[in-house]
């Protein structure tokens, strides 16, 4: 249930602010509403977060089109 009112207060924000009601602005919920609940779990701080976030897009940049994306791609030399 957190899930579900996460995302539809995310969304109900979202048309309030007049954005689109398509795919980019779902995605963009479901991530704040995701983010949120991290967030509020406090079990990951905002930086391990940030962190976190950067090491799979360093790995994502770092895998070959067509393979499956692995964490360890995006690690530091």
């Given amino acids: 249930m957190q899930w579900s009112d996460a995302l539809g207060a995310e969304l109900r924000r979202a048309a309030e602010r007049g954005e689109a009601d398509d795919q980019t602005t779902y995605y963009a919920a479901a991530l704040a ?6 967030a509020a779990d406090g079990r990951v701080s905002p930086g391990g977060l940030s962190s976190r976030t950067e090491q799979w897009r360093r790995a994502y940049l770092n895998t070959p089109h067509g393979k499956p994306v692995k964490l360890s791609a995006g690690s530091k030399a």
């Fill in 33 to 38: 509403a995701l983010e949120g609940l991290i």
